[in-house]
């Protein structure tokens, strides 16, 4: 068999819940979202009830200023070792898990669930690593899952990693053994999460050709021809949960300093992180744009030094158009008094999100009474914008099939370029892995 290490990746011996434990109630949705909305938590802990649950293994984000939070981190911890002993979560053969995730959007996602190992991600600036994000690490908002994790013995995953396989060579081939592979899950998620479905894949055979698929798309030919000659393969490019991986990074960079013989930790769990691996050619997986919206700003002055820093033309109008050049960047905008479009006459940035956000961040540095939001709805962009003191800025779609290209040739997006899916089709907590030797 192909050595799936030299891809960074580790076969991994996944837990998963109980027979008696209803999957329905044990599944929730990855903890950074609904940040901003109380009541949906509030409600999967109503519908929980007192059944076994990954929300009692997370924090959700919307209560990290909670004045009881360092509790709530300490009884996520307790109830890890808790599940273990009580066999709530029974360990599998290792191998890897094929998923299929309807939504309420498209009638299938398919990924493949496995291990990566950190040593062949990086997150810097610049970074040729075989994994790599895709948008910006912000790292003041690693410190509280950094004390999450390092507290903890279980990762639960909720990062989703994108391949670049326009030929579907290595989940697709897949599905054509599912019928014959041990089906682990099948059933409604809660809250509109739409459906999950899992395929335990142990057979050498499937593994080695899985393997081999995944190789092909590292060889330097293929690289070439994708994005340029003597470009270093990019293998997995993070899709969610940048933050959440970047976090199990440091704290294996952590380890690996603390520790006087790092020979020793050659397979320590900490060195890998579990992850879903999605194709980006999958037509399940659906790219939205994240939207500007400025607040206690003159929309007069912000086009006057937007014009005075960037080459662009401002055009007012009532019916917004894409410029007839396919190939030119811009965005829409709205005020109180006006809307129009911005084409920039020369773009810094292979989409128009990485020649704007540079600005937007100086422009906000000069003026600390002004703030930004970022919006997923047009429509809600469009609404505040028009009110006084606004400026909504609509950002065009996201060609995901630019994505690799994109990350290769200007590194990281800027935070908030993109996201996959609406928030109720991101991934629902389900399995877990021990990082903690005993």
């Given at each position: 068999?192909?050595?799936?290490?030299?891809?960074?990746?580790?076969?991994?011996?996944?837990?998963?819940?109980?027979?008696?434990?209803?999957?329905?109630?044990?599944?929730?949705?990855?903890?950074?979202?609904?940040?901003?909305?109380?009541?949906?938590?509030?409600?999967v802990r109503r519908r929980i009830g007192n059944s076994p649950s990954t929300l009692d293994l997370i924090l959700p984000e919307v209560y990290l200023e909670d004045p009881e939070v360092e509790s709530k981190i300490q009884r996520i911890n307790e109830r890890m070792r808790a599940f273990l002993a009580e066999k709530?979560?029974?360990?599998?053969?290792?191998?890897?898990?094929?998923?299929?995730?309807?939504?309420?959007?498209?009638?299938?996602?398919?990924?493949?669930?496995?291990?990566?190992?950190?040593?062949?991600?990086?997150?810097?600036?610049?970074?040729?690593?075989?994994?790599?994000?895709?948008?910006?690490?912000?790292?003041?908002?690693?410190?509280?899952?950094?004390?999450?994790?390092?507290?903890?013995?279980?990762?639960?995953?909720?990062?989703?990693?994108?391949?670049?396989?326009?030929?579907?060579?290595?989940?697709?081939?897949?599905?054509?053994?599912?019928?014959?592979?041990?089906?682990?899950?099948?059933?409604?998620?809660?809250?509109?999460?739409g459906h999950l479905t899992g395929y335990h894949v142990t057979d050498p055979e499937l593994l080695n050709q899985t393997f081999k698929a995944l190789a092909r798309l590292t060889d330097p030919e293929v690289t070439a021809a994708k994005y340029g000659a003597g470009e270093a393969p990019l293998l997995f490019a993070?899709?969610?949960?940048?933050?959440?991986?970047?976090?199990?990074?440091?704290?294996?960079?952590?380890?690996?300093?603390?520790?006087?013989?790092?020979?020793?930790?050659?397979?320590?769990?900490?060195?890998?992180?579990?992850?879903?691996?999605?194709?980006?050619?999958?037509?399940?997986?659906?790219?939205?744009?994240?939207?500007?919206?400025?607040?206690?700003?003159?929309?007069?002055?912000?086009?006057?030094?937007?014009?005075?820093?960037?080459?662009?033309?401002?055009?007012?109008?009532?019916?917004?158009?894409?410029?007839?050049?396919?190939?030119?960047?811009?965005?829409?905008?709205?005020?109180?008094?006006?809307?129009?479009?911005?084409?920039?006459?020369?773009?810094?940035?292979?989409?128009?999100?990485?020649?704007?956000?540079?600005?937007?961040?100086?422009?906000?540095?000069?003026?600390?009474?002004?703030?930004?939001?970022?919006?997923?709805?047009?429509?809600?962009?469009?609404?505040?914008?028009?009110?006084?003191?606004?400026?909504?800025?609509?950002?065009?779609?996201?060609?995901?099939?630019?994505?690799?290209?994109?990350?290769?040739?200007?590194?990281?997006?800027?935070?908030?370029?993109?996201?996959?899916?609406?928030?109720?089709?991101?991934?629902?907590?389900?399995?877990?892995?021990?990082?903690?030797?005993?």
């Amino acid at each position: 068999m192909l050595n799936p290490a030299d891809l960074g990746i580790q076969i991994p011996a996944v837990l998963v819940p109980a027979a008696h434990v209803d999957p329905a109630k044990w599944a929730v949705i990855a903890c950074d979202q609904y940040t901003s909305d109380p009541e949906y938590w509030a409600e999967v802990r109503r519908r929980i009830g007192n059944s076994p649950s990954t929300l009692d293994l997370i924090l959700p984000e919307v209560y990290l200023e909670d004045p009881e939070v360092e509790s709530k981190i300490q009884r996520i911890n307790e109830r890890m070792r808790a599940f273990l002993a009580e066999k709530i979560l029974v360990p599998l053969a290792p191998g890897l898990i094929l998923l299929d995730r309807r939504t309420a959007y498209v009638p299938s996602r398919k990924g493949l669930l496995l291990a990566v190992d950190l040593e062949k991600y990086d997150y810097k600036k610049g970074t040729k690593s075989l994994i790599r994000p895709t948008e910006e690490t912000i790292a003041d908002r690693l410190p509280p899952r950094i004390k999450i994790r390092e507290g903890g013995i279980l990762e639960v995953p909720h990062i989703m990693l994108l391949l670049d396989d326009p030929e579907r060579t290595v989940i697709e081939p897949l599905f054509r053994y599912a019928p014959d592979l041990p089906r682990l899950y099948d059933f409604d998620l809660m809250m509109n999460g739409g459906h999950l479905t899992g395929y335990h894949v142990t057979d050498p055979e499937l593994l080695n050709q899985t393997f081999k698929a995944l190789a092909r798309l590292t060889d330097p030919e293929v690289t070439a021809a994708k994005y340029g000659a003597g470009e270093a393969p990019l293998l997995f490019a993070v899709g969610d949960g940048n933050h959440s991986l970047a976090t199990a990074k440091a704290i294996w960079e952590k380890l690996k300093q603390q520790t006087a013989n790092p020979d020793t930790l050659h397979n320590h769990p900490a060195r890998y992180c579990l992850v879903e691996v999605v194709n980006l050619y999958d037509e399940g997986l659906i790219f939205h744009p994240i939207h500007r919206l400025l607040f206690n700003v003159d929309p007069d002055h912000f086009f006057r030094e937007l014009q005075s820093h960037l080459r662009c033309r401002i055009i007012t109008t009532e019916h917004h158009e894409a410029p007839s050049d396919p190939n030119a960047q811009y965005f829409h905008f709205f005020t109180a008094t006006a809307t129009g479009t911005v084409i920039f006459d020369h773009s810094g940035s292979v989409l128009t999100v990485g020649t704007l956000q540079p600005f937007l961040d100086a422009y906000l540095d000069r003026h600390p009474e002004s703030r930004i939001d970022y919006i997923h709805g047009a429509e809600t962009v469009t609404t505040l914008g028009r009110q006084p003191g606004n400026l909504g800025l609509i950002l065009p779609p996201l060609n995901k099939h630019d994505l690799f290209k994109t990350v290769i040739r200007d590194g990281a997006l800027p935070r908030k370029t993109f996201s996959m899916g609406e928030a109720d089709e991101k991934r629902f907590y389900f399995e877990a892995r021990i990082i903690k030797r005993d």
